[in-house]
């Protein structure tokens, strides 16, 4: 008896001792092995699962994951905003619905009133139907943009003009026309302020170099600056708006210069989405990407901003210049009552002309005489004598407005539009589509009295070849070599020996004569 009363009592201090093994704290995890047992025991009959033998790694694992406590840190968490919630909050004012006071519905215009904007959501219902535009979701967002623009600035007409992609943001684009009045004369007064203060100093500079080293001056005279047009005409007739994201502020890009066209005509950049972005290419291009995309905003509109014909016609009182009969104003024609899809899909594109001006090679739709001196352009009378008149440029033309787009030159060997029908499923209710194959993203539709043009793409026109820039000028001749600038040859050593011995002759005669001339001289005072 007394040894089965030993054996129990030195198991169940084996047992003891075992439990107070299991049940230490480990420093690191601050529980025990007994905790962690029974804890992977009562997960396992409360889930029962299949095979638990093969999944006690993973459950260890996962209880020792839930039981991790992060200790106490100084550094607070950081709230991390994805962009599409900083998007969202900023387009959360788009939907806001301007009341007036003790109103609940906001002001209903009048059905004759003449509203600024146009109804986009019905614009991008044809487009959609053609394939052509942004989501749905896209076009109602970029709706409210233009009517928050609308409102914040005195507009005549907005209109979408489209989507240029860039390679960190995109530029959504809007096409406006100030009231009568209404026009923003403070940046242009800016400008010719700033370029008059760059001359200005330009001038001094050069006073001062000239009072210090005084160098030579040249006759040579460079090439009158192409001016830019006056607002409302030309490339200037609209002012654009653009803006990374709806709901973003809308920025004014500055008005087109012609050298700014022509250059942006001879290189290839693909837009950042930041307009203070520089423009480093060949030839240098003279402004930022706010400048570059304002030229190809004008680019494309010359080329791919197309109407039916008998939408607009020219206003019969209105007086024609006999000596430039240049047509730059057209009004729409109230009688037009539409085009049938045979007639504006014809392969001829008789149907379709340009209602934007022809940019000439000058950069400028109307053509500048760089030879004409302006009024307050006096010289001195001596310099005039001194300068040759230069030759009298024959001045570009382009085709008038209005011009049917058949007229336009291939690209390629194929058409500069492409017509098609934008649903061959059901014809009775499609509209009429037309590609531009000149310029990729550029399309127009019409239906009945209704049609629009639209851009999204990259903005680049077509080229059938890789593009490469413009290689540099040709290096300047070497001025031409005749008998008064050559030069002579080294003379040798005894031609050298010879000279040196003439030149002591002639110093020794010089010293006899002198030598002489003093003895006569002490004769005669004696």
């Not at 014909?309 to 009182?317: Q, T």
């Amino acid at each position: 008896m007394e040894n089965g009363v030993n054996g129990e009592i030195a198991e169940s201090t084996e047992i003891l001792t075992a439990t107070s093994y299991l049940m230490q704290t480990s420093t690191k995890s601050k529980t025990s092995l007994y905790e962690h047992l029974s804890a992977i025991l009562t997960k396992v009959l409360n889930e029962r699962p299949e095979n638990p033998v093969d999944m006690l790694e993973d459950l260890s694992r996962n209880i020792k994951k839930s039981k991790f406590i992060v200790p106490n840190d100084t550094i607070q968490d950081e709230n991390l905003v994805s962009p599409a919630v900083e998007l969202a909050e900023q387009q959360k004012n788009l939907f806001e619905v301007r009341t007036e006071e003790g109103e609940d519905m906001p002001p209903i215009p009048d059905d004759d009133q003449d509203l600024p904007l146009p109804d986009l959501m019905d614009i991008a219902h044809y487009f959609e139907q053609a394939g052509v535009g942004l989501s749905q979701m896209e076009v109602y967002r970029t709706f409210l943009a233009l009517k928050s623009l609308a409102e914040n600035y005195p507009l005549q007409t907005v209109r979408f003009w489209g989507k240029i992609i860039g390679i960190q943001g995109n530029y959504y684009i809007a096409e406006t026309q100030y009231r009568e009045g209404e026009d923003d004369e403070d940046d242009d007064l800016e400008d010719e302020e700033n370029e008059e203060d760059d001359r200005g100093e330009e001038s001094e500079n050069g006073s001062e170099d000239e009072d210090e080293d005084e160098l030579p001056k040249s006759n040579f005279k460079p090439p009158p600056a192409i001016p830019r047009e006056d607002n409302r005409t030309g490339t200037n007739k609209y002012i654009y708006f653009v803006c990374s994201e709806p709901g973003n502020p809308w920025v004014k890009l500055p008005h087109a210069t012609p050298n700014q066209i022509n250059i942006a005509r001879n290189i290839k950049k693909f837009f950042t989405g930041k307009l203070d972005s520089p423009i480093v290419s060949y030839p240098p291009f003279p402004g930022n990407e706010a400048n570059y995309l304002r030229a190809q905003i004008a680019r494309i509109s010359g080329s791919c901003h197309i109407s039916p014909l008998g939408y607009y016609h020219f206003d019969e009182d209105e007086d024609e210049d006999e000596d430039e009969n240049v047509r730059d104003s057209f009004i729409v024609n109230l009688e037009f009552e539409g085009l049938t899809l045979k007639e504006l899909l014809e392969p001829s594109l008789s149907s379709w002309v340009h209602h934007v001006q022809y940019i000439l090679p000058q950069g400028r739709c109307t053509w500048f005489n760089p030879t004409e001196k302006p009024e307050d352009d006096f010289e001195d009378e001596e310099d005039d004598e001194e300068r040759e008149e230069p030759d009298e440029p024959e001045p570009e033309t382009g085709p008038p407005l209005l011009t049917p787009i058949s007229e336009d030159d291939e690209v390629d060997g194929r058409g500069s539009w492409t017509p098609y029908l934008s649903s061959r499923l059901v014809p009775a209710y499609a509209c009429a589509v037309l590609r531009s194959t000149r310029w990729p993203g550029a399309y127009a539709f019409a239906i009945d009295r209704k049609f629009e043009n639209i851009y999204i793409g990259f903005g680049h026109k077509y080229n059938s070849e890789n593009y490469s820039p413009l290689p540099p000028p040709p290096v300047q001749d070497e001025f031409p070599s005749g008998a008064d600038i050559t030069e002579i040859d080294d003379p040798t050593i005894e031609e050298e020996n010879a000279l040196k011995a003439a030149q002591r002759a002639e110093e020794e005669d010089g010293e006899e004569l002198e030598d002489e001339m003093d003895e006569e001289e002490e004769e005669d005072d004696d």
